[in-house]
């Protein structure tokens, strides 16, 4: 289960642009780095984000350095993701051809799925001369589509899904334990395992070794739930807001904070640094009259469903690009 594969009948039922800064000189080509390398998942990308393409669909960017999986006929990687965002306020360029460099995949995990995780993404910016002792700052946004223990049937967002459309029994309390993940299990120690000591090695390691001058900067989900009292759950379709009744949702908001709290705790265990897209996304909920949130073919935005908008990406990577300079990362 992913961010980029819900079923779309479930997101149905649940549920501005960046404009990047002139290209600076190539990136450097003999291992030195580039000065930002973005790492994550599709909440870091703007899946196919910013008109045109097949279908009407828009195209993803150029992104000539990745030849093997996950590549550019796979990664849908947009130039109004938050990462584009952040790096144009920087004034780096465009990725892979300025001063920072893109690797983030819709599907991505920290390391469970074969050829789409966290190793491969720090492989291919290392093989590809981004990753390196130029580096300044790297940020990884990934965890939503993980595993966090042996026997999981689903992941935190498709759990959330099915949780929210259930009228019958609501989403109070984990009511198919086979079926929904385990809040519980979601933990900073379950993840800073799994960064350093998993089935992909120690990836946090891995960067420092071949960055080590690059801060490291776990990022958060927004929370896309609206606040607990709020009686329905939403989404677009084809940019029509459509309810659904649900006014149980203990079990959800558990489940968003559980996540939220697993990737601070596990950046304070590794001594990274945290930073959360909470703040920016708050009161733009999936419900909210000024959503960040995709529904189901929402023209002009990011074709995911319950993904970010690209005016959700514009104001986060805007926001993410002030707490750098707050951090003196140059």
């Known amino acids: 289960m992913n961010f980029s594969r819900i ?18 000189p190539s990136a450097s080509a003999d291992g030195s780095g580039v000065r ?10 703007a899946v196919y984000g910013g008109g045109g393409g097949p279908f009407g669909l828009p195209e993803f960017q150029q992104q000539p350095k990745t030849v093997p999986p996950p590549n550019p006929a796979v990664c849908a990687r947009t ?15 465009a990725p892979q051809t300025g001063d920072w460099a893109d690797y983030a995949c819709q599907s991505a995990t920290t390391d469970i799925e074969p050829v789409n995780n ?16 130029a580096t300044k700052l790297v940020t990884i946004q990934i965890g939503g589509n993980d595993y966090w223990y042996a026997g999981q049937q689903s992941s935190y967002v ?32 379950n993840l800073a395992h799994r960064l350093t000591a998993g089935l992909r090695g120690d990836l946090i390691g891995s960067i420092r070794a071949a960055a080590p001058n690059a801060a490291i900067k776990l990022v958060s989900y927004p929370d896309p739930l609206p606040p607990v009292g709020v009686p329905f759950i939403c989404t677009h379709v084809v940019g029509v807001p ?27 265990q590794l001594g990274l640094g945290f930073w959360s897209l909470r703040p920016p996304a708050s009161g733009h909920d999936v419900c909210a009259a000024d959503s960040y949130w995709t529904g189901v073919a929402d023209p ?31």
Not at 161 to 185: E, K, Q, S, W
């Open 158 to 189: 498709y759990t959330m899904a099915i949780c929210m459309i259930d009228i019958v029994r609501g989403c109070d309390d984990r009511t198919d334990p086979n079926l929904y993940i385990d809040a519980n299990a979601i933990t900073g120690a």
């Open 242 to 268: 459509i309810p659904w009744p649900q006014s149980r949702s203990a079990y959800a908001h558990k489940l968003s904070d559980a996540v939220e709290s697993a990737q601070h705790d596990a950046a304070d």
């Open 79 to 93: 130039n109004y993701d938050w990462p584009s965002i952040l790096a144009g306020a920087w004034g780096l360029g």
């Open 36 to 45: 930002y390398v973005a790492l994550g998942d599709s909440q870091s990308i």
């Open 7 to 24: 079923r779309l009948t479930a997101v149905a039922a649940l549920a501005v642009t960046g404009i990047v800064a002139a290209p600076l």
């Open 118 to 133: 966290l190793r491969t993404q720090i492989d291919q910016s290392i093989v590809d001369g981004m990753l390196g002792p």
């Open 300 to 330: 002009g935005q990011p074709f995911a469903p319950f993904h970010q908008t690209l005016q959700g990406h514009a104001v986060e990577g805007t926001y993410l690009n002030g707490l750098r300079i707050a951090d003196g990362i140059a």
